[in-house]
């Protein structure tokens, strides 16, 4: 009990100096209750979304192995169906109440007056249905009234709203069956959240005419039943009439529980990769913490002394301390689950701004989630002050014959230096191997096992660097600023040991962002170089929505008179069968034989005009080192959504080695168009088209001109393709440094709880020196000085050891056909500065505090 109270009364006395460890505590537990919440209550909120949508028995096409309930739908663009005389079939039997059949399709874009897109531009799709019975489960028409025929549709009013539509408003519906004109005759707003997605809807014969090409038939049918009979019962009797395997049934509780798992799959990896940048949070908020208690022990040196000599115990004093870390982590815990779920609202907000609406009444708090923020919050902050109250513990009752504070760590530990040096020089050879792997997935274990020991090694060298690094800054940055530069370096030399856990905190974070600078910039750098080298084409059409581009839509591009050739694009997966009968799968390209001039593909054996012969194709080199395949070898090939085999003859064997084509397999149009029906036949997923010589302005005048109809179609130079992959990869780079930005700010809570203890460790000193004639703006520089010293030791290390992680990366990316390492010196350069500027700004608040010490009152403290 006695060492409870003692605890307590540690704890409150010194609260101030707990609050920047206490903000690391609940900054991190917030990331993680958060990311826990959000997920869960994305859950729910689908499940609600299914549950509500969701008939006794679900009847749909049947499914190919591996595909998702999410899919996009087939190239064709048409996607497959039940017949309509399946649900006369299925309502005549017992139990049935009722049978709907809905035709939905994601290949659909709504053009407004103005000639724009009116889809969302957050990569969700468009969604083109017939308005049933069904959709009055999730839906309710607010304005006007569905559509009745081929010219009138209603629209979700999400996106009533966002574009500004009203009934009446004329549209275009551009489908895989052609550009419609209609009008808007009807507005429904979502009663369950909506996905994203923008919804239109029309009668069943124009969906059908729209969607399935006049196709009398379904993409789902619900069967409700009438109660008399279970979900399991009465999908036997459907099986029973239809066939178990001809189409793919389930019940409502298996509806659910697939879409579920489907979502799960990607919300999961949203999780693991938000609590992976929460774990380096807390992974910087140990240092934070090691280094508030390791203070406070030394600086409470001479009362534990005291303590000692009265009769306490080195396990009593240990456990004293352990406590107060206890207190800690509970307290922060607990204020971090609480802004862990205001964080969870925050992003349900940000889902609302981006489309996808999240109401606060589906807000899922699981039980565990308190106990998981909890438990690691408080896990953490004792394993973190576990180290300190060890050295607390070893404290002599002799302790209490000195003055508070125990002598700078002037030398860091020998046996530490040396394992970490080791460590160190270890890591970076493992980097090192990455440059000798024969391909990616060999090389990612030395990758992680190098990035993990340099980074563990350099924590525990740290110090160590503390005398020739921090020497190094200040002879160049210092030394201007006279004795005050000198006392600043003398400071922060004072502790090594101090030093360097407060930099490494910083250099973690600092680390990651130039080991994923050097690689996005070497992934641009590459696809540039690619795109300058092998790529012959003036122009690249695509459509925003990951949709196919439309026959109307590629005749259109044909018919622009300045173009020299237009090639097409289409890309399919299909089953492989070798030589030795040996099956795989592989993703094949469908194109022109004018594609030789429109990208130069490299290849090792053959001729790629070889490969756009009649029954022929070109395959990679990886591919055919590990399937054995050769020149003159024949190949089966089956088609996703084809109708017959095709016997293929290899003409060509490439490289495979292209950051933009990546490992290509092509065969010609004329080869694979037999093996498909109209129906099936996919659409390009891309066009290349040069102009003639001398009239690329022209063309391209032209050009947009041409498709200017069609809102859904970009064209792009090859200037504006290399500014489309800069602007994807900037992107990714910039949610992944605003997901580090959290370790970040721990980070420098940390240099500023470092340099605020330091300033309460040294009050007897900063009053001494005061005395003597140091000002108070002195004072301030002086502090502000060390705090940029050691914010740049920090910058230092992190950066250099993120662009040896950086290359590493590269090196293995280079056989993926990424061939340019490029170091973005401008970022280094920014973000080395950006440090120093860090470290001025952490130290405003102790200099702030320190210069407004009491002389007298700081001199007698004892």
């Known amino acids: 009990m006695t060492v409870w109270k003692t605890s307590l009364r540690s704890f409150f006395s010194h609260k101030g100096r707990m609050v920047l460890s206490g903000m690391a505590v609940v900054l991190s537990v917030a990331f993680v209750c958060g990311t826990l919440v959000f997920t869960a209550t994305m859950n729910t909120t689908f499940d609600k979304l299914f549950a509500q949508s969701a008939s006794n028995v679900m009847i749909s096409p049947a499914e190919e192995e591996g595909q998702s309930t999410f899919d996009t739908g087939p190239a064709s663009g048409v996607p497959t169906s039940v017949p309509a005389s399946v649900a006369d079939e299925v309502a005549a039997l017992d139990g049935v109440q009722s049978v709907s059949g809905t035709v939905t399709t994601q290949f659909a874009t709504v053009v407004n007056e103005e000639n724009e897109n009116v889809g969302p531009t957050t990569g969700a799709p468009t969604i083109l249905a017939n308005w049933s019975d069904i959709d009055l489960r999730t839906m309710e028409?607010?304005?006007?009234?569905?559509?009745?025929?081929?010219?009138?549709?209603?629209?979700d009013a999400d996106t009533a709203e966002k574009h500004d539509l009203k009934v009446g408003d004329p549209l275009r519906l551009l489908t895989q069956s052609g550009d419609h004109d209609v009008t808007l005759t009807g507005i429904a707003e979502f009663q369950v959240t909506n996905p994203g997605a923008a919804v239109v809807y029309t009668d069943l014969a124009t969906a059908q005419q729209f969607a399935l090409a006049g196709e009398d038939g379904f993409t789902e049918i619900y069967v409700d039943s009438d109660g008399s009979i279970s979900d399991a019962a009465l999908k036997r009797n459907v099986a029973d009439v239809l066939g178990a395997d001809d189409y793919k049934l389930q019940t409502a509780d298996e509806y659910i529980e697939e879409n579920r798992d489907e979502i799960g799959e990607v919300l999961s990896i949203l999780e693991y990769v938000l609590l992976g940048f929460a774990g380096i949070a807390l992974l910087v908020g140990v240092?934070?913490?090691?280094?508030?208690?390791?203070?406070?022990?030394?600086?409470?040196?001479?009362?534990?002394?005291?303590m000692r000599a009265i009769g306490s115990s080195r396990r009593q004093v240990n456990r004293s301390v352990l406590i107060e870390a206890l207190l800690l982590g509970i307290i922060g815990s607990a204020i971090?689950?609480?802004?862990?779920?205001?964080?969870?609202?925050?992003?349900?907000?940000?889902?609302?701004?981006?489309?996808?609406?999240?109401?606060?009444?589906?807000?899922?708090?699981?039980?565990m989630v308190p106990i998981i923020g909890i438990v690691v919050g408080v896990l953490v902050t004792v394993l973190a002050a576990y180290i300190p109250a060890r050295r607390a513990g070893k404290i002599s009752p002799m302790a209490a014959l000195r003055d508070a504070g125990t002598p700078g760590d002037v030398r860091a530990g020998r046996i530490r230096a040396g394992i970490g040096a080791?460590?160190?020089?270890?890591?970076?050879?493992?980097?090192?191997?990455?440059?000798?792997?024969?391909?990616?997935?060999?090389?990612?274990?030395?990758?992680?096992?190098g990035v993990l020991l340099s980074l563990v090694g350099l924590i525990?060298?740290?110090?160590?660097?503390?005398?020739?690094?921090?020497?190094?800054?200040?002879?160049?940055l210092l030394r201007g600023f006279g004795p005050v530069g000198r006392l600043a370096e003398r400071n922060a030399l004072r502790n090594p040991r101090r030093t360097g856990a407060t930099a490494s905190a910083l250099m973690i974070g600092l680390a990651l962002v130039a080991g994923l600078s050097v690689?996005?910039?070497?992934?641009?750098?590459?696809?540039?170089?690619?795109?300058?080298?092998?790529?012959?084409?003036?122009?690249?059409?695509?459509?925003?929505?990951?949709?196919?581009?439309?026959?109307?839509?590629?005749?259109?591009?044909?018919?622009?008179?300045?173009?020299?050739h237009v090639t097409e694009l289409r890309q399919l997966q299909a089953e492989i069968t070798a030589p030795n009968g040996e099956t795989f799968d592989r993703s094949v390209g469908i194109t022109d034989p004018s594609y030789t001039q429109d990208f130069a593909t490299e290849v090792e054996a053959g001729s790629l005009e070889d490969a756009f012969q009649p029954n022929s194709i070109a395959i990679d080199a990886d591919t055919a080192e590990s399937r054995g395949l050769e020149i003159g070898d024949e190949l089966r090939v089956d088609f996703d959504e084809g109708d017959s085999t095709a016997t293929l003859t290899v003409r060509a064997i490439s490289t495979g080695n292209?950051?933009?084509?990546?490992?290509?397999?092509?065969?010609?149009?004329?080869?694979?168009?037999?093996?498909?029906?109209?129906?099936?036949?996919?659409?390009p997923v891309m066009l290349f088209a040069s102009a003639h010589e001398g009239q690329e302005d022209a063309a391209r005048t032209a050009l947009d001109r041409a498709i200017e109809?069609?809102?859904n179609l970009e064209v792009r130079d090859q200037e504006e393709f290399k500014d489309l992959i800069q602007q994807q990869v900037g992107m990714l780079l910039n949610m992944v440094y605003g997901l580090l930005a959290l370790a970040i700010i721990v980070a420098i809570l940390g240099v500023v709880n470092t340099l605020a203890l330091s300033v309460v460790e040294r009050t007897r000193e900063i009053g001494l020196m005061r005395a003597i004639g140091l000002s108070r703006r002195q004072l301030r520089r002086m502090i502000r000085l060390e705090s940029v010293v050691i914010a740049l030791f920090g910058a230092l290390l992190g950066l250099g050891l993120g662009m040896a992680w950086g290359a590493a990366g590269q090196q293995l990316l280079a056989l993926e056909g990424m061939q340019v390492l490029e170091i973005p010196w401008g970022t280094i350069i920014g973000v080395f500065i950006g440090s120093a500027v860090v470290g001025l700004l952490a130290a405003l608040l102790p200099a702030f505090r320190a210069g407004r010490m009491n002389v007298l009152n700081a001199i007698a403290t004892e």
């Open 141 to 155: 028409i607010i304005e006007g009234q569905p559509g009745q025929g081929p010219g009138e549709v209603m629209i």
């Open 287 to 306: 240092f934070l913490i090691v280094n508030t208690f390791s203070m406070l022990v030394a600086q409470r040196t001479r009362e534990i002394g005291l």
């Open 336 to 367: 971090g689950f609480g802004v862990g779920v205001l964080l969870a609202i925050g992003l349900m907000a940000l889902m609302g701004a981006i489309g996808m609406n999240l109401s606060t009444e589906d807000l899922t708090v699981e039980p």
């Open 422 to 449: 080791a460590l160190t020089l270890i890591g970076l050879a493992a980097l090192a191997t990455t440059a000798t792997a024969d391909d990616a997935a060999a090389g990612a274990g030395p990758l992680a096992l």
């Open 460 to 476: 525990l060298v740290g110090p160590s660097l503390v005398g020739l690094v921090v020497r190094g800054l200040s002879a160049v």
């Open 519 to 564: 690689v996005g910039s070497s992934m641009v750098a590459s696809a540039t170089q690619e795109i300058d080298d092998s790529m012959g084409a003036d122009y690249v059409l695509n459509t925003t929505a990951f949709q196919g581009i439309r026959d109307s839509e590629t005749e259109t591009v044909r018919g622009v008179s300045e173009l020299d």
């Open 658 to 683: 292209s950051s933009v084509e990546g490992s290509p397999w092509y065969t010609s149009t004329e080869t694979a168009r037999p093996h498909f029906t109209d129906e099936k036949w996919p659409l």
């Open 709 to 711: 109809p069609y809102p």
